[in-house]
């Protein structure tokens, strides 16, 4: 008997083409645009230059992903923040989501 599952997990659905333009603008239009827009855009670039190499969308697609996780997680973090709440105790975003190569 095996350990291995029988079935491959389904990996999640791509980013719509447009993805990328839109968290743009989304960033653009967030209070943490100066920090956010310049590092989303180094991100980008070395997405792009990995995919490049690999002739792979992957490194596109976890990019994006990344980034809409930031830019959701953001109010949920500036209320905790607000709130006075202790944030000694965290964890590095890049613990859950993986380390970027």
């Given at each position: 008997m095996s350990a291995q599952p029988d079935h491959a997990p389904i990996p999640p659905a791509p980013p719509a083409?447009?993805?990328a333009a839109q968290l743009l603008a989304q960033l653009r239009e967030s209070s943490r645009a100066r920090i956010w827009v310049p590092a989303f855009e180094q991100d980008w670039a070395r997405a792009l230059?990995?995919?490049r190499h690999s002739y792979s969308l992957s490194p596109l697609h976890d990019g994006?992903?990344?980034w809409q996780a930031r830019l959701a997680a953001a109010p949920a973090v500036e209320v905790f923040l607000a709130g006075g709440c202790d944030d000694s105790d965290g964890v590095d975003l890049a613990d859950i989501l993986g380390t970027r190569p």
């Open positions: 083409p447009t993805a230059e990995d995919s994006v992903r990344t």
